[in-house]
């Protein structure tokens, strides 16, 4: 039976990601998790009680409690992180502490034990791609904003840890997901619930930032899919999504909760913000893996779940904790 300690496995694509290795019944998981603002225990709440699953609360820059859970593991996947752009802008420490120093705590732990790890990353530290371009995983990271720099450093310990130490690390490169439980600050949950409450969607700029978008299910099926068959030491895009401009996304939100486009609302842009993402998968492919949910069906079942679990976002947006 594996073991997998996933970090930040209380958050939006952990929590999904613990729900996925549950699903069978031949693995045990442990979930570090410091539960900041984004992290809940509920949304492990459907695991409760089973003895395959624990619950540890801490800090993955913790040496003392990230070393002993390592040890414990037969392989880590390292999610745990600060994710929010405009967070990073107004206050980038945080950022630097957990994505790089916390990073770099887990890569030490699974050095000294020898433990395989995952890192989940973003397709953010490519920075800015031109319309009609993929990046593909040799592409140089160019970030652009302290979130995606935090990330970029992250990685680029992980390719030291590999070169120097010959650590056991592979890595994910992952375009938007969305779907239930994420937290209400990124653009889908935030357009849906403005457009479920009768209030403004917050559109930056003219709208016309370009997005790939991947259903949550379909985008921790990759991750798994790299952390069963993916080759030690290489690098991973998740993409496969479908993309569209903001303004586009945020009339189709408007469209699905019933709600009138003229609560569309064009807000001041986020500074440096990259025009679009775009990423080649064939890599991916070659593990066998390929979307299943399609950004329709997929929105269609994030709408109705914040329809049905508005006080699941109040609890978040009030800094509740069961």
Known sequence: MAHVLVTGGAGFIGSHLVDALLASDDGRVTVLDKLTYAGSRENLAGHEGDPRFRFVLGDVADAEQVVPLVAEADRVVHAAAEGHVDRSIEGPREFLVTNVLGSFTVLEACRETGTPMLLVNTDEVYGEGAEGTTFDEDDPMRPRNPYAASKAAAELLAHAYRETYGAHVTSVRGTNAFGPRQFPEKAIPVYVMAALEGRPLPVYGEGRQRREWLFVRDWVAAC???????????????????????????????????????????????????????????????????????FEDGLARTVAWYADHRDWVARALAGARP
């Open 224 to 294: 798994l899919a790299v952390l069963e068959h993916g080759r030690p030491g290489e690098v991973y895009n998740i993409g496969g999504g479908h993309e569209l401009a903001n303004l586009e996304l945020a009339k189709q939100v408007c469209a699905l909760a019933g709600a009138p486009e003229d609560l569309i609302s064009f807000v001041p842009d986020r500074p440096g913000h990259d025009f679009r993402y775009g990423l080649s998968w064939d890599r991916l492919a070659g593990l066998g893996w390929k979307p299943q949910v399609s």
